[in-house]
């Protein structure tokens, strides 16, 4: 069977699911699977224009069991698709553990995990970013149709740069900060430290139209606070950094933002600090 061929039928197949509304606006969409165990899609409202979706199956975040980690996914995204009929947000996080079936490469579920979430991204009207992290592949999806509100004039003057922190697990080992410059998008940063590994991976993305104006920057400046600020000790990329991302690194040590005490750790300095304020 061709893998577009997979992704339709397990997309025709997906659990039924039962919706209910939490208290402060929420929303939690439940479903029984095949081996019993139980399905806990959750939409979570962080601000007005964005919200976060996790799920779990049986309080894990791992979907394998019983071969059928697809049709949970299937059923996941058509939890989605349901939302967004209902509420149209401007932005969706969410994220995917690539933990398999015994005899599965994580790669290849990876790969099917971003066809289905491409495929139908597009048809929903949304804009689709995917970041593998490692154990996680980490999801954006970003309105195509959403004009966020013009700020009064001094606001925009004064407050031009916002930053979003998204985190799937409340910053145990990752987090994802996107840099928005009047209300446009300008790029993101991804970090994540492995918990089996203590191992560090983390990139940064830049929009073509908005390189070499200090963007990348002022995402790692704030990656570093991020991270540090809530223990995970920000460190560079155990697969090494590129001579570009070196000389970013030297540009904000020899400005006196940033300083190193050895082995690829990074704190921001005051003036570092000063600089996001």
Request: charged share 25%; hydrophobic share 35%.
């Amino acid at each position: 069977m061709r893998a577009a061929e997979f992704i339709t039928e397990v997309f025709d197949q997906p659990y039924r699911m039962k919706w209910e509304k939490a208290e402060y606006g929420d929303y939690d969409a439940l479903a029984k699977l095949q081996d019993g165990s139980n399905l806990h899609v959750m939409f979570e409202k962080e601000t007005p224009d964005t919200w976060n979706i996790s799920f779990y199956r049986n309080n894990s975040q791992e979907i394998t069991g019983e071969g059928d980690a697809p049709r949970v996914f299937a059923t996941v995204l058509a939890a989605i698709q349901k939302f967004i009929k209902k509420e149209h947000p401007a932005n969706i996080f969410f994220s995917a553990s690539k933990a398999t079936d015994s005899g599965e490469e994580t790669t290849s579920r990876a790969n099917l995990y971003n066809k289905m979430v491409s495929r139908y991204a597009q048809a929903w009207g949304y804009y689709l970013q995917a970041h593998d992290n490692g154990d996680l592949v980490m999801y954006e999806l970003i309105s195509q149709h959403h004009q966020p509100e013009e700020p009064p004039f001094s606001e925009a003057q004064e407050n031009p740069i916002k930053f979003d922190v998204h985190t799937p697990d409340n910053f145990k080992t990752t987090f994802q900060i996107t840099l928005t410059v009047h209300g446009k998008h300008v790029g993101q940063f991804n970090f994540v430290r492995h918990a089996d590994t203590d191992d560090v991976n983390n990139e940064v993305e830049v929009e073509s139209r908005f390189l070499g104006q200090g963007y990348g920057k002022l995402l790692l400046l704030k990656a570093i606070d991020v991270a540090n600020n809530h223990g995970l000790d920000f460190q560079q990329d155990i697969r090494g950094i590129t001579d570009a991302q070196q000389r970013v690194y030297d540009s904000l040590e020899n400005s006196g933002l940033i300083v190193s005490p050895g082995d690829g750790f990074w704190f921001l300095t005051p003036a570092g600090e000063q600089e996001l304020l």
